[in-house]
């Protein structure tokens, strides 16, 4: 929702929607706090970064979020689909932008147009890249997420290919970064046996995905790939630097009700007073990402206090106990991030509803609108 005006001389700037009425409910993305937290991993790891944009840069808008990591000179983005390899070239980055899905055999060719480096695996698929007019590539390893790349132990068949097209760089990818760090050593035994296998070592062998880079002190690797670290999502139990809050999710209260003791709240009478009780109506349901599995698991925050969400949530309204709090109609409640000297982490809400703060973070992609604070735009 981009403010685009194109005011003839003498007359006011047209009115556009935001100046009519306020916004119901949005996602304030803290660009700053982007910066910092890319400026923080580089600082941790001295490595070379590729930030994880896919996804619209985990929903978060990938133009703002890109235009912000520009500042700390990335070796590249890593995108998960042509079209958004695309939309970044459109826009004007220069920089390397690679694709960290397998490409489908028709999709070479517009990877090739848009000087995308592509994620090989196969001796088919290496010499179709090649026969294109190629470019560097990435050869993915397999080392036990079973998802994309050649198997650890089988990269000898690959030995003719490689000794005539070589890969610029060799990668792969953790399953459980965020745990027991014996899945991250077993992955990494394979994955140095299988670059030991290569006719010749790439100059670029990395891994890294932000669990692995924040629980490291120091990393055996060239170049690390965050993705949630940057967007605030923390590394994990075993995590040794922390992010700092991005994403704020906003929405107004739009009616309030008082009930008396034993009556129920929204679908499925899941919540019931047990006292006199007075209901907020807030301006986000599960239409705009706000998931169903929050119902009756979260806080929210109004004037810096918090209020229990209470009943299902429901497709565009939420309903909170707000009997021992000030609270009016317009008024604004944050159920993710910052208010006062209060924050609800995305990961502490996810989880505490059973959810995945990633699948959290890129569900809020529907109806709400952006508004980005900092950063250059
Ligand atoms: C998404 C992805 C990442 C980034 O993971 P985060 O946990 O968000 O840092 C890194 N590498 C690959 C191959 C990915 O698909």
Sequence with gaps: MSRESS??????????AEAVSPLRAWIEVDLEAVRRNAARVAQHTGLPMIPMVKGDAYALGVLPIVRVLEA????????????????LRAAG???PIILYTPCLPDELGRARSARLIPSLSSAEQITAWVALGGGPWHLVIDTGMHREGIAWDAVDM???????HAPAAV???FHSADADAESIARQEA???Q????????PTLVYADNSPAMARRTTSPYGATRPGAFLYGLSGGPHAVIHPDPVVHVRARILELRWIEAGETVSYGATWTARRRTRVATIAIGHADGWRRALSNWSDGLVHG???PLIGTVTMDMTMADVTEVEAAVGDVVTVVGTDGDRTLTLDAVATRAGLSPYELLNGLRSRLPHRYRGGAR
Aim: negative net charge.
């Design 158 to 164: 690959l030995r003719e290919v490689l000794q005539t």
């Design 72 to 87: 700390v000179a990335p070796y590249a983005y890593g995108v998960a689909v042509p079209d958004e390899g695309e939309e």
């Design 7 to 16: 005011p003839q001389s003498g007359e006011a700037p047209p009115l556009t």
């Design 171 to 173: 990668y792969t990818h």
């Design 190 to 192: 394979r994955f140095a």
């Design 93 to 95: 980055i220069d920089r």
């Design 194 to 201: 299988a670059v030991a296998m290569l006719p010749t070592r």
């Design 305 to 307: 206090q918090p209020i």
